[in-house]
């Protein structure tokens, strides 16, 4: 019913549910939710896990996605998205935060905020959107190391390592990256930001664990659905950005549509209205979960001891 009720919450650690997803056949879909309330439409949608992207995150924050964030930042939005939906969260890790040490708190960080599976990346900061040109990589024995690192900090959590040496160093060597990573103690692989379906297909093949794709919009990789995934051998799919694109956007129609015609009432039809809103975040159930406490009876005041 609500996370404030013991029975409601789940007992087994995130990073086992998350595994657990994983032994089921098909491919896992994992939307990204970036608030409370975002888990929650994606929990009632039926998806069974969440993704917490660094680019949602800072652009919600108003920054860009430069890995300006903090561990303290983004611990605050897995607490956040973990309580609301109590899905097993995969969360973006950027580049770890620094180097072996700091990549070994973030682990122990974001397990007791309450994550299930972590993403770290190859490149060295300022870190970029994988998307993008000009990105620059660490050697890979010393992103080899970083994961070796998360592996011997976990008690649960799965990770993945994603590389992004497609762009600068072409797709052998971000496979022999990858291999080495898997060596490394790396669960699963992210290569991000391939171009094509044979370049998917080839890295499925040669990389023997399971494997993530990132279908962002507006970036190198074309479009193509869980299913085009799953036919390539892959065995997660993420849309890290596209809730919060939706509600950008939203929210632009909203403040131009206030300043032009003096209130909402063009834009009342794309609403969600007060009834969709309390039952999407449980309001009635917390009402109904207050009354049934007992209530408590202050004492009227201080006994007095009887004269002797």
């Not at 939710?33 to 108003?62: C, E, H, N, W």
């Not at 993403?119 to 870190?127: N, S, T």
């Not at 549509?257 to 209205?273: C, F």
């Amino acid at each position: 019913m609500t996370y404030l009720v013991a029975d409601d919450l789940p007992t087994a650690p995130a990073g086992e549910r998350f595994r657990n997803l994983l032994k089921r056949p098909g491919i896992l879909q994992i939307p990204g939710a970036y608030s409370g309330l975002a888990a929650l439409q994606a929990k009632q949608a039926k998806f069974d896990t969440i993704y917490l992207s660094g680019a949602a995150v800072s652009a919600s924050m108003g920054l860009p996605d430069l890995g300006i964030l903090t561990i303290d930042d983004v611990c605050f939005y897995i607490r956040q998205v973990s309580r609301a939906a109590h899905l097993p969260v995969l969360v973006d890790g950027d580049t770890g935060y620094g180097e072996v040490l700091n990549v070994m708190n973030m682990v122990r960080a974001f397990e007791d905020a309450g994550a299930a599976a972590v993403q770290i990346e190859d490149q060295i900061l300022p870190k970029k959107c994988g998307h993008l040109n000009d990105k620059r990589l660490i050697a890979p024995h010393e992103m080899a190391a970083k994961v070796a690192a998360a592996a011997k900090a976990r008690r649960h959590l799965y990770i993945v390592a994603r590389t992004d040496a497609v762009a600068n160093e072409g797709i052998d060597a971000a496979i022999r990256r990858a291999k080495l990573y898997v060596e490394a103690g790396a669960d699963a692989i992210f290569p991000e930001a391939l171009t094509d379906r044979d370049a998917f297909a080839k890295f499925a093949s040669a990389v023997q664990v399971p494997l993530l794709a990132n279908m962002t919009e507006f970036g190198r990789t074309p479009f193509m659905t869980a299913e085009d995934f799953e036919k390539l051998g892959y065995k997660m799919v993420i849309w890290p950005v596209s809730s919060l694109r939706v509600a950008a956007k939203a929210h632009a129609d909203l403040y131009e549509g206030i300043r032009k015609d003096g209130g909402t009432h063009r834009l009342i039809d794309r609403m969600q209205t007060r009834a969709e809103l309390y039952a999407t975040i449980g309001y009635h159930e917390y009402e109904a979960l207050d009354s049934s406490i007992i209530k408590s009876i202050a004492p009227d005041g201080m006994p007095q001891e009887k004269a002797g």
